[in-house]
T-cell receptor, first 114, second 110 residues
Framework: DGGITQSPKYLFRKEGQNVTLSCEQNLNHDAMYWYRQDPGQGLRLIYYSQIVNDFQKGDIAEGYSVSREKKESFPLTVTSAQKNPTAFYLC?????????????FGEGSRLTVL | LAKTTQPISMDSYEGQEVNITCSHNNIATNDYITWYQQFPSQGPRFIIQGYKTKVTNEVASLFIPADRKSSTLSLPRVSLSDTAVYYCLVGLTGANNLFFGTGTRLTVIP
C-alpha cells in the first residue's frame, strides 16, 4: 500500500544527543514536510522540501537539520542545539509544488528527552 | 501571511449538524482552503478542500462566501467518532508552505 512511514514511533534521548527521525514515502510525491506538535497545540513547520536536493526552513528550524538526497526520503535530525526537543513529530508529503492538493501524513514519532 | 482564526473548542450532541467557522482575512487570490481532522497521537487527515462557493463530499461540506475571508466546515449528523481536532488551512501563494493554527477541538456528547 502507498503511504508515508515514520520511524521510530517512540524515541527516548538523553540531553546532548543528536537523533534522526526517518520519513519514507512511496507515493512519488515531490514535496515533503516536517512538523512539530506540542501537547494541545497546533502543528508548526520545521522544514520543507519541494524537490530532491533542495529544502527550506520553516517557522522553527533552529536546532534541526534535514536532507533530501532521494525523492522518497526526508530524514529529520534533532540536534543537541534544540532546547526543548520533547514533542510529537509529523512528516507529510504532497504531490507537487502547487498550494492545492491533499497533504498525506505519517503516524508520527514521539520524542522524549530524559 | 494568510493565517487563520478558529474557535478553540466546540461541543455537540450526537446526531446534530456541526458548523465550524474559520476566518482568513488575508487570503490571497490563488489560495485554496483546506480542512483536516486529527485524532490524538495520529497525523492529520484531509477532509475537504475548496476555492469558492460550496464543496461537498461524502463526509463534509465546505461553504465559502464570495469575499473568501472566511469558510465554514459543516459535518452532518456527527457521531462520537467525530470527536477530534479540526484544522483550517490556507495556502501561501507561490510557496509550498501551509499554516496550521491551533485548530478547533470538537467534542461529541452522547
Amino acid at each position: 500500500d502507498g503511504g508515508i512511514t515514520q520511524s521510530p514511533k517512540y524515541l527516548f534521548r538523553k540531553e546532548g544527543q543528536n537523533v534522526t527521525l526517518s520519513c519514507e514515502q512511496n507515493l512519488n510525491h515531490d514535496a515533503m514536510y516536517w512538523y512539530r506538535q506540542d501537547p494541545g497545540q497546533g502543528l508548526r513547520l520545521i522544514y520543507y522540501s519541494q524537490i530532491v536536493n533542495d529544502f527550506q526552513k520553516g517557522d522553527i528550524a533552529e536546532g534541526y537539520s534535514v536532507s533530501r538526497e532521494k525523492k522518497e526520503s526526508f530524514p529529520l535530525t534533532v540536534t543537541s542545539a534544540q532546547k526543548n526537543p520533547t514533542a510529537f513529530y509529523l512528516c507529510a508529503s504532497r504531490p507537487g509544488h502547487q498550494n492545492t492538493g491533499e497533504l498525506f501524513f505519517g503516524e508520527g514519532s514521539r520524542l522524549t528527552v530524559l | 501571511l494568510a493565517k487563520t482564526t478558529q474557535p478553540i473548542s466546540m461541543d455537540s450532541y450526537e446526531g446534530q449538524e456541526v458548523n465550524i467557522t474559520c476566518s482568513h482575512n488575508n487570503i490571497a487570490t490563488n489560495d485554496y482552503i483546506t480542512w483536516y481532522q486529527q485524532f490524538p497521537s495520529q497525523g492529520p487527515r484531509f477532509i475537504i478542500q475548496g476555492y469558492k462557493t460550496k464543496v461537498t463530499n461524502e463526509v463534509a461540506s465546505l461553504f465559502i462566501p464570495a469575499d473568501r475571508k472566511s469558510s465554514t466546515l459543516s459535518l452532518p449528523r456527527v457521531s462520537l467518532s467525530d470527536t477530534a481536532v479540526y484544522y483550517c488551512l490556507v495556502g501561501l501563494t507561490g510557496a509550498n508552505n501551509l499554516f496550521f493554527g491551533t485548530g478547533t477541538r470538537l467534542t461529541v456528547i452522547p
